[in-house]
Each structure stands twice: as C-alpha cells, then as structure tokens.
C-alpha cells in the first residue's frame, strides 16, 4: 500500500475493509480529494470563479475571519489611519 506514480493511493491487493483506521482514512481522503481535483480541472473559467465565490462565502481562510473581526472591532482602526497618514506625508516608497 503506497501512493503510485501518478499520485493516487494504490492498496495493492488489500481491500478497504482490511485497512486500520489511519490508512483507511488516508485512501478515502485521497480518494476524495482527486476527484475533486479531477472536478476542478475541468471547470470553465466561469464556473471556476463560482467554485472560488462559494468557497470564499463558506469556508473562509482563518487569516480573513481574522482580518474581519478586527476590522469590525476597530482593532486596526489605528494602524491603518497611522498608514494611511504615512503615504499623505509621502512618508512611504514603492516596493
């Protein structure tokens, strides 16, 4: 049992009910995710942003969630004025 060339989760001879818990679980997911992948590969354009607008929409990265409640509590409020200041002084210059 090992993941193949291709990158798919090969079991040799071995069914899905002579597997342990963890390799269960790790032929399933992989099994899942490359259809997924194989799904994805081929979406239109149009169809691909749908996927990136629904995904943004219900399961957002931590690091939005995050940046989303400090910006509605205000937390960066202070940091972005002092920035914002910063570029009206010409205190900034272009990366």
Do not use: C
């Given at each position: 049992?090992?993941?193949?060339?291709s990158?798919?989760?090969?079991?040799?001879?071995?069914?899905?009910?002579?597997?342990?818990?963890?390799?269960?679980?790790?032929?399933?997911?992989?099994?899942?995710?490359?259809?997924?992948?194989?799904?994805?590969g081929?979406?239109?354009?149009?169809?691909?942003?749908?996927?990136y607008?629904?995904?943004?929409?219900?399961?957002?990265?931590?690091?939005?969630?995050?940046?989303?409640?400090?910006?509605?509590?205000?937390?960066?409020?202070?940091?972005?004025?002092?920035?914002?200041?910063d570029?009206?002084?010409?205190?900034?210059?272009?990366?």
């Amino acid at each position: 049992m090992a993941w193949n060339a291709s990158g798919a989760f090969d079991l040799g001879s071995r069914s899905l009910y002579s597997l342990d818990k963890q390799e269960f679980g790790a032929a399933m997911a992989n099994s899942a995710v490359e259809k997924i992948a194989n799904a994805i590969g081929r979406l239109t354009p149009q169809e691909l942003q749908e996927l990136y607008v629904w995904l943004d929409q219900h399961h957002p990265q931590p690091i939005d969630e995050r940046i989303a409640v400090d910006l509605a509590s205000g937390s960066m409020d202070r940091a972005i004025f002092r920035a914002l200041d910063d570029e009206n002084m010409g205190r900034t210059q272009p990366l």
